[in-house]
């Protein structure tokens, strides 16, 4: 059995499911932003709890893959090329530091929900930052390049 393939074909799954959810996240942040009260709607703590827990299980995935059974990581390591090529540099730092980064912010945002009725300006400033992080670290070109 192939614990690397396994592994990756349910990171990359789950990765789709968290493009969708930060999607609804970012919309459900944006209209409570714009909204008159500032009240934190049940979609947006919905959103936020459903995306935190697919970051969680992203990196739960994500640890075991990077550091147990992926081969590029250990030829770059090996190779001395984990940071001077661009594509390792991205790959198994860059992404697996800013998500990471992501699914603290997220945690943060959430528990901030949990004990306030109104959104406050530095939880929007973390959410647009979780959300950049994401989409910095995303491999578009992996997923959807050619
Ligand atoms: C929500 C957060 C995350 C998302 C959406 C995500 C998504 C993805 C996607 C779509 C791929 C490419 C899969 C493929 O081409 O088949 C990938 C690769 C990878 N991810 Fe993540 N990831 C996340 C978090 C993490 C974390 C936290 C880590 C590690 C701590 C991690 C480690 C890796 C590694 C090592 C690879 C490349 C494996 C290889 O090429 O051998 N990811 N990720």
């Keep these: 059995m192939d614990f690397y393939k396994i592994f990756l074909s349910a990171h990359k799954g789950i990765g789709y499911l968290v493009l969708l959810l930060v999607a609804i996240f970012l919309l459900s942040l944006l209209m409570c932003m714009f909204g008159y ?16 827990i697919a970051f969680h299980t992203q990196v739960l995935v994500g640890i075991p893959l990077l550091l147990i059974f992926s ?28 998500m990471l980064i992501a699914a603290v912010l997220l945690t943060i945002i959430y528990k901030y929900m949990k004990k ?9 400033i973390m959410g647009v930052i979780a959300i950049a992080l994401f989409a910095y670290a995303f491999p578009w ?5 050619a």
């Design 141 to 145: 070109m992996r997923v959807f390049g």
């Design 37 to 52: 009260s500032g009240r934190i709607s049940k979609l947006l703590r919905k959103s936020t709890l459903f995306t935190m």
């Design 116 to 124: 306030h009725d109104t959104i406050a300006m530095k939880i929007v």
């Design 71 to 98: 081969p590029g990581f250990k030829v770059a390591l090996d190779n001395g090329t984990l940071m001077s090529d661009a594509y390792n540099r991205h790959t198994f730092v860059e992404h697996p530091f800013s």
